[in-house]
């Protein structure tokens, strides 16, 4: 059975980065690309970018460019997302998921709510 | 850049049929995906490739997707279906990935 369990939940103060972690289980890690949603209080879903979970290369939404980086970690079966510059609007639920092609998203972690408050 | 739209909200009696509907331009050319998400809790599967239904899914959900519009069935409603409802497609020209504004579904 396909699972993905997210780090906790974080604190941070405006201008801070967080580095939230993904480990996947039940499946061969290298198949499938990891891609990363969030949703902020009372608001809907919105993509962030993706990572091969093979290769390493990524792919973000042109807003949080510069900003994100996502990484993974082959041997632990891992994948990571960073945000720096954090502002108050970065207070979110991240999701970790995994894609079935280009397509669509099979399985959710549990999300990590980070806070950004000062 | 492209953008699903979705009704806020939409309410039925239980027992009843729901239909969500997710607008796109020429969005019957897309593959669409929706996504139930209760509470708390984070968004499952429930349709991909506009009309198929993962493993465990009642057979009371349903989609179809022709023009521009895309839409979600689900009959006989129950209280348990109560959720915000996403659909979301690939963007392949931007090479990103879209998400419609999700739907409260509320069952009287």
């Known amino acids: 059975q396909v699972h993905l369990v997210q780090s906790g939940p974080e604190v941070k103060k405006p201008g801070a980065s967080v580095k939230v972690s993904c480990k996947a289980s039940?499946?061969?890690?290298?198949?499938?690309?990891i891609h990363w949603v969030r949703q902020a209080p009372g608001h809907g879903l919105e993509w962030l970018g993706r990572?091969?979970?093979?290769?390493?290369?990524?792919k973000y939404e042109k807003k949080f460019q510069g900003r994100v980086t996502m990484t993974r970690d082959t041997p632990i079966s891992t994948a990571y997302m960073e945000l720096s510059s954090l502002q108050s609007d970065d207070t979110a639920v991240y999701y970790c998921?995994?894609?079935?092609?280009?397509?669509?998203?099979?399985?959710w972690g549990q999300g990590s709510l980070v806070t950004v408050s000062s | 850049s492209y953008v699903l739209t979705q009704p806020p909200s939409v309410s039925v009696a239980p027992g009843k049929t729901a239909k969500i509907s997710c607008g796109g331009s020429?969005?019957?050319?897309?593959?669409v995906h929706w996504y139930q998400q209760r509470p708390g809790q984070a968004p499952v599967l429930v349709i991909f490739?506009?009309?198929d239904r993962p493993s465990g899914i009642p057979e009371r959900f349903s989609g179809s997707n022709s023009g521009n519009t895309a839409t979600l069935t689900i009959s006989r409603v129950e209280a348990g279906d109560e959720a915000d409802y996403y659909c979301?497609?690939?963007?392949?020209?931007?090479?990103?990935?879209?998400f419609g504004g999700g739907t409260r579904l509320t069952v009287l």
């Open positions: 490739y506009d009309t």
């Open positions: 979301q497609v690939w963007d392949t020209p931007g090479d990103h990935w879209v």
């Open positions: 039940g499946y061969s890690f290298t198949d499938f690309y």
């Open positions: 990572v091969n979970s093979n290769s390493g290369d990524t």
């Open positions: 020429n969005i019957g050319n897309k593959p």
């Open positions: 998921t995994r894609a079935h092609g280009d397509n669509w998203f099979d399985s």
